[in-house]
């Protein structure tokens, strides 16, 4: 395929892909609680833009339908319930410790190549305008699972849960032209009530642990009170009564 | 045989043309900026003035200099000279470019960094040794991405001729190309590194703990201060030209005609003015970033280029 031959449309798709395959590295890389959120807004942009142009290029109306639920569910609805989150738990503006930035990205891009070349052989087999861009939505999946296992921030690891969710839609969309209507409605609507869940949680976390970072899930209650004085100031007596709860 | 003459005239025009043209951006960047922050504007001809002043002066050079300090100038200023012989700027049709490849470019720039560092390293002061050691750290990480943008666009257009590449560039027409575009972002981002611009550098302050490239010219003054200001000019324009070759090539002159000539000298004047806005813009909206920030901007910058790469092979169908 020469891409010099391609419509306008088909390199729009091309393009539009690409770019969403770098918002992901842009959370990859984001620490601040408030862009990663944008971010992931502009990830469901693009993943909308993409859908919709593949709908015009080849004429399934029904991934107009799917382009909608994408844009109402990942670029208004989820990015505002997570702001609104974030800005009750007073977290937006944190920004986390990521470890390796670098090696991160680099790792990225290693997940990258190897999609390609999962992708390569249905690449082969397949007749689709859209073929070359199945490995851009493994890709995009396998890049929301990296950020949920490096992160330590719980809402940045639903971020990473939704940007695996916004792949695998994604990758419905240009590999079959769409799921059936009624299992993508099902999807969205489960996704809807997962992250609304998912805020119920966060205040259930913070209260029995008096933090977001999962990492300090690991530690016993009882040894954090006689290891970091600290802890007790912060959440004092939160701390102390369901947190055995929550561990058994 | 005389259009074959013609081309080499040009590519020697051209050339002269970089070099007294390069002042005149930086001039234009420092315009520009003053605008933008509120602040008196020199003339656009301040650098030549700076220029003229420091080659006027003497020289002091310190007691235990040795050859390397005194030749680091020449050297620097004669790799920038050579680096800008193969860079088409109002002309596609280079036969200079035919000697010198894209990669051999990147060599005439780490020639320049290299004996820079040593002469910073040569007189023993610690500002030099403190400055060559941070270019040499910004280098090792600029440089691979740096090269992994010229693979990218090399791909392709099948050649590291670069008179060639924008030839191609300039027949393909405009294409959304999302390997160019990670590309070009790679690039900016090299290019502000290397050109020592904010966030990375900051070209004007001589406040000690923040500077890179001013620490280890610190010890030059005169002729040798003035060949090395000029050849960093030269650099600048360097970048510029090529992020516009890379992205933008249209309106560059194709053939040997009087108006092809002037339209590609004009169109590559304004579109030089335009990039000189666009990064006063980002300098004016960017703080400098902690020297331990920069491996990660850098870092960004070469996942971009490999990005890119990626991008092509897997998207653009590899050709």
């Excluded at chain 1, 419509?7 to 990663?36: D, E, H, K």
């Excluded at chain 1, 670029?75 to 009750?88: G, T």
């Excluded at chain 1, 609304?196 to 642990?209: A, E």
């Excluded at chain 1, 008096?210 to 016993?220: E, P």
Aim: glycine letters at 6%; aromatic letters at 10%.
């Amino acid at each position: 395929m020469d891409f010099a031959h391609l419509g306008l449309f088909n390199q729009a798709i091309i393009l539009f892909a690409a770019l969403a395959l770098l918002t992901s590295f842009l959370m990859l890389a984001q620490a601040r609680m408030l862009p990663l959120i944008f971010t992931f807004a502009w990830q469901g942009f693009l993943l909308a833009t993409t859908t919709v142009l593949v709908a015009v290029v080849t004429g399934h109306a029904d991934l107009y339908v799917s382009a909608l639920l994408t844009f109402t569910l990942k670029v208004l609805i989820i990015p505002w319930l997570l702001y609104r989150l974030s800005v009750r738990l007073e977290m937006q503006y944190n920004a986390e410790e990521i470890a390796h930035p670098t090696l991160l990205l680099i790792g990225g891009v290693v997940l990258v190549i190897f999609s390609y070349f999962v992708a390569k052989s249905i690449i082969h087999l397949s007749g689709l305008a859209t073929r070359n861009i199945i490995a851009v939505s493994i890709a995009i999946e396998l890049l929301g699972m990296l950020l949920m296992c490096v992160r330590k921030s719980a809402v940045a690891q639903v971020i990473g849960f939704m940007s695996m969710e916004s792949g695998i839609f994604f990758a419905a969309s240009v590999s079959a032209y769409g799921m059936p209507l009624i299992v993508e409605l099902g999807v969205a609507f489960d996704i809807l009530v997962a992250s609304i869940l998912f805020g119920v949680f966060f205040f259930h976390l913070r209260d029995s642990f008096g933090s977001l970072d999962v990492g300090q899930y690991n530690h016993l209650s009882e040894a954090n009170e006689t290891d970091t004085p600290d802890d007790r100031t912060n959440a004092p007596a939160q701390a102390r009564t369901p947190a055995t709860g929550g561990h058994a | 045989m005389d259009r074959e003459l013609m081309f080499w005239a040009l590519a020697v025009a051209q050339t002269l043309a970089f070099i007294t043209a390069a002042p005149l951006l930086a001039g234009w960047v420092q315009r520009v900026k003053c605008h933008l922050q509120n602040r008196a504007a020199p003339s656009l001809w301040q650098p030549y003035r700076d220029l003229a002043k420091l080659f006027g002066k003497n020289m002091v050079v310190a007691h235990n200099a040795s050859w390397l300090f005194r030749a680091t100038p020449y050297i620097v200023f004669g790799a920038m000279v050579l680096a800008c012989t193969v860079v088409p700027l109002a002309v596609v049709q280079v036969p200079t470019a035919a000697i010198a490849d894209v990669i051999v470019l990147v060599g005439f720039f780490s020639l320049a960094r290299f004996f820079t560092a040593l002469a910073g390293l040569d007189i023993g002061t610690a500002f030099g040794g403190m400055g060559a050691s941070r270019e040499m750290m910004v280098a090792a990480l600029a440089e691979p991405a740096m090269l992994m943008v010229v693979f990218t666009f090399s791909m392709t257009a099948h050649t590291t001729n670069l008179s060639v590449a924008t030839g191609y560039i300039l027949q393909q027409g405009l294409l959304l190309r999302p390997s160019f575009l990670f590309a070009l972002l790679a690039l900016a981002m090299v290019a502000v590194a290397e050109a020592s611009r904010i966030p990375v550098d900051n070209p004007t302050t001589h406040l000690e703990l923040t500077m890179l490239h001013e620490a280890m010219i610190l010890e030059y003054g005169g002729r040798h201060l003035a060949l090395i200001e000029w050849a960093s000019q030269i650099k600048l324009m360097i970048y510029a030209v090529l992020l516009i070759d890379f992205s933008f090539p249209w309106g560059i002159a194709n053939e040997l005609s009087a108006p092809a000539l002037a339209t590609g000298v004009v169109a590559a004047a304004a579109k030089l003015m335009l990039i000189g806005v666009v990064l006063v813009v980002w300098e004016t909206v960017m703080a400098k970033m902690r020297l331990f920030r920069v491996p990660q901007f850098l870092g960004f910058a070469f996942m971009l280029a490999v990005l890119g790469m990626l991008t092509h092979v897997m998207l653009e169908g590899g050709n």
